[in-house]
């Protein structure tokens, strides 16, 4: 499975971006997906994940409220919406993918990775 994700950009803070993740290779509608982030000098951190179905989703505190993933299986495309972006928002976001369809918390729980795609909050 190859991960391919795009959407980022440079936007003012109060400002939105969407994020998207396409699954080529198979489908991969029976897989759990996230969506983690990584600044500059710091760890690599799960922002928001979302199970096979869609039904369970997970946020992140610092996310929670402003970021809405989801995912259209019929599409093999996951999303990452993010409103209200803000400074500290500023990453490269990274999309993962497991063979299990039941959502991971850590980088370690994931099996497929996209390329990255930078998001830059200016205030």
């Known amino acids: 499975v190859q991960l391919q994700a795009f959407g980022g950009g440079l936007v003012q803070a109060g400002g939105s971006l969407r994020l998207s993740c396409a699954a080529s290779?198979?489908?991969?509608?029976?897989?759990?997906m996230s969506w983690f982030r990584q600044a500059a000098g710091k760890e690599r951190e799960v922002v928001a994940s979302i199970s096979w179905s869609g039904f369970s989703t997970y946020y992140a505190d610092s996310v929670k409220g402003r970021f809405t993933i989801s995912r259209d299986n019929a599409k093999n495309t996951g999303y990452l919406q993010m409103n209200n972006l803000k400074p500290e928002d500023t990453a490269v976001y990274y999309c993962?993918?497991?063979?299990?369809?039941?959502?991971?918390?850590?980088?370690?729980?994931?099996?497929?990775w996209g390329q990255g795609t930078e998001v830059t909050v200016s205030s």
């Open positions: 993962a993918g497991r063979r299990h369809g039941a959502m991971a918390l850590t980088a370690a729980g994931y099996d497929y």
């Open positions: 290779g198979r489908t991969f509608s029976s897989n759990a």
